[in-house]
């Protein structure tokens, strides 16, 4: 089996990649240093694919712990999850975000190019495109500048990349540019654990359901969408660790100093409204919500255009926003008990 160092492994998207990747034929080899996720992560990984994960504790901008993997795993590829992610945390210390998640891929990219190692898949964000003139986004929509240092990371690892394959370097990169992960694995085993309050509406929604929140607040509800609420493109996370797989798949058919870029969503936005609501029917459960003032830098509306990665990956996704929800349910459902 063809192993795949997993950086950020246990988190919300990698743990799933994780199961997806061995159902494709490759052995996940993940890394993560624990500062958002959690090591039961791991177990709970082991108990839904049969056997036990290999997994290291570590920093990836750490090029010792990277030689430590290597020699006992010779990996021929990575997914590269490894950053930190809230928005809010990233305008307060925006050294932390830039040393992290630019210094991590920076680290990351010369050990692959010592060791011959061809292939990655990085983790980019919707970000990158602000709140377009049009929608919905291709590939091709101009990138605007950033709402946040976390999205200016996004922006800047990409060029970096490109950079990097400019420079004949010997290297083949994806870049998925995600939309809105939802939901949990089917089995209620693994799903998004965010440490404290939540940065993500489902989650939010969930944690209310459950008597955690007192309620959710919907930022704004005087916005130019059906209801009034933001809309988003919400895509559930096994759809999207599947679109790594493919994208893994795609890698290896190419020749050396090759990138591409794809979106991975629905192709369908709802609102914030739609979601609740959504919720409340598939769940059969009432949520505390109320309408408060807009909230600072958020883009009102945005979806993909999957038109792109439907072509050339093959990829669609299987699961709709009712299985999303319900799966988050019962992910949510599981961690009370």
């Known amino acids: 089996m063809k192993k795949i160092l997993i950086t950020g492994g246990a988190g919300y998207i990698g743990s799933h990649t994780a199961v997806e990747l061995l159902k494709a034929g490759f052995e996940p080899i993940i890394l993560d240093d624990f500062s958002n996720s959690q090591s039961s992560v791991i177990e709970r990984l082991a108990e839904i694919i049969g056997k036990d994960v290999v997994c290291y504790e570590g920093d990836c901008n750490d090029k010792g712990t990277l030689e430590k993997i290597y020699s006992e795993h010779k990996f021929v590829g990575v997914i590269h999850f490894a950053a930190f992610k809230a928005v809010g945390e990233s305008t307060v210390e925006p050294l932390k975000y830039y040393r992290n998640n630019v210094g991590s891929l920076i680290v990351l990219l010369d050990f692959m190019k010592e060791k011959g190692v061809k292939n990655i898949v990085f983790s980019s964000s919707c970000t990158v495109y602000g709140q377009p003139d049009k929608l919905p986004v291709t590939e091709s929509t101009p990138r605007k500048d950033a709402e946040s240092p976390y999205g200016n990371t996004k922006k800047i690892c990409e060029d970096i990349l490109v950079d990097f394959v400019k420079s004949k370097a010997g290297i083949k990169v994806i870049s998925l540019r995600y939309f809105n992960p939802v939901g949990a694995h089917p089995s209620g085993k693994i799903g998004e654990l965010p440490n404290g309050t939540p940065n993500n ?55 050396d100093d090759f990138y591409d870029v794809f979106n991975v969503g629905t192709g369908n936005g709802n609102t914030v409204l739609e979601i609740i609501k959504t919720f409340e029917k598939v769940n059969r459960i009432k949520l505390n919500y109320s309408i408060g003032p807009r909230r600072v830098g958020d883009v009102v509306k945005i979806w993909a255009d999957t038109t792109k990665i439907n072509s050339v990956l093959g990829w669609y996704p299987q699961y709709t926003l009712e299985d999303s929800l319900r799966d988050s349910w019962n992910w949510q459902k599981n961690l009370v008990n």
């Open 201 to 255: 509406l489902v989650p939010y929604v969930t944690q209310t359901a459950a008597g955690i929140r007192e309620k959710i607040t919907v930022f704004g509800d005087d916005y130019d969408t059906v209801d009034g609420s933001c809309v988003r493109d919400f895509i559930h996370v096994m759809d999207l660790a599947d679109a790594h797989v493919k994208a893994l798949g795609y890698l290896n058919e190419q020749n």
